[in-house]
C-alpha cells in the first residue's frame, strides 16, 4: 500500500463518513444469542498528521514525530470509575491472563501505531466504515469495515463473510504487513504460534456505542484465536464464559492494548458496555478495534 496524503478534512470526512447523523440501535443482548458483530507491506510514516483523520485535536498533532503522550486522554463528561480507568497510569508493556488460553498483552500495539493508523487511511478510503443491519433489521451502532482476504458482513440475510465489500461490489482491501506482523506476534506470545489471520474486521466506537455479549461463531476452524488491538478511548472488556449467563469477568482495555483468546476460551462470550466519552490524543473521540480472525 502507498503512504496516504490525504489532508485532515478529507481524512475526518474518510472517518466520518457522513454516519454521525443516522438513526441506529445499540444492540441488547437478545438480540441475538450468538451475534459476531464483529497488500503488501504497509503504509510508509507519514508527515502528514494520521491523528487528525481520527479526529485529534491540533495540540495532538505536535507529537507526530516523536512518542505519544502518557497523558494522552481528556474525558470531557463525567468521570470514569477510577480503579478501572487510571489514565494517568504509564505505559508498560505486561501480561495479563484472562482466562485459560486467554491473555491481555498491554502496550503490545504502540510499536505498530503510526503505521497502524497510516495503513488504516489507505483502507477506509477503499472500503469506508458503515453501519451494517443485523438479519433482525436493526442499525449496529457500531460502524465497521475489513481488510482481509475475506471481511464480516451482516445484513438482513444473515452473517457470513465475504471475499467482496457488498457496499462496492470488490474485493476487501489487502491485510496490510503490520497489521498481519502484529497478529501473528500477540498471538505467538499468547501461546497461539501458528495462527495466520486472513480477516479483520475494523471497528469504530464513538461515545454511546456498544457490543453486547456474543460468540465468534462465523469462523470455519475454532482452533484459530481470535487477536483483538484496541486503539484511542478506553473500553470495558467483558469477558464470560461458554454460557451467557456465565459470571462475566471486566477488563480495562486502552491504547495499544491487545487481547488473545484461543483453545478453551474461544467460543466465551465477550463484549463492550457502551463507549464513555472522552477524548484520545492519536485517535480523537472513539475507539478503533482490529480483530483478526482465522475465517477460512
Known sequence: MRCSTVKRRQLLELLTDGSRNEPHHKLDDDDDPIFTPHGDGCAQRTSVPVMSFL??????????????????????????????????????????????????LRGAALPYEKDILASLVDIITQSPFRRMVTPGGFTMSVAM???????????????RYDRNDPEIGRPWP???????????????????????????????????????????????????????????????????????????????LRHGNVAVWGGPSRLFYHGIPELKNGTHDSVGRMRISLTFRGAL
Open 55 to 104: 479526529g485529534a485535536t491540533s495540540s495532538a498533532q505536535a507529537t507526530l514525530e516523536g512518542v505519544i503522550p502518557t497523558r494522552s486522554i481528556r474525558h470531557t463528561i463525567g468521570p470514569m470509575t477510577p480503579d478501572l480507568f487510571d489514565i494517568f497510569a504509564p505505559i508498560q508493556s505486561t501480561t495479563e491472563v484472562m482466562a485459560d488460553g486467554a491473555m491481555l
Open 145 to 159: 469495515t475489513n481488510c482481509g482476504i475475506v471481511g464480516w458482513v451482516t445484513d438482513r440475510t444473515g452473517y
Open 174 to 252: 489487502a491485510m496490510p504487513g503490520c497489521f498481519s506482523d502484529l497478529a501473528v506476534l500477540a498471538a505467538t506470545r499468547a501461546g497461539h504460534s501458528d495462527f495466520r489471520p486472513d480477516a479483520c474486521l475494523i471497528n469504530r466506537y464513538e461515545p454511546g456505542a456498544r457490543l453486547s455479549l456474543h460468540q465468534d461463531k462465523n469462523e470455519r476452524d475454532f482452533a484459530k484465536p481470535i487477536v483483538s488491538v484496541s486503539l484511542g478511548l478506553p473500553a470495558t472488556f467483558q469477558f464470560g464464559g461458554l454460557m451467557r449467563n456465565d459470571p462475566v469477568k471486566k477488563f480495562v
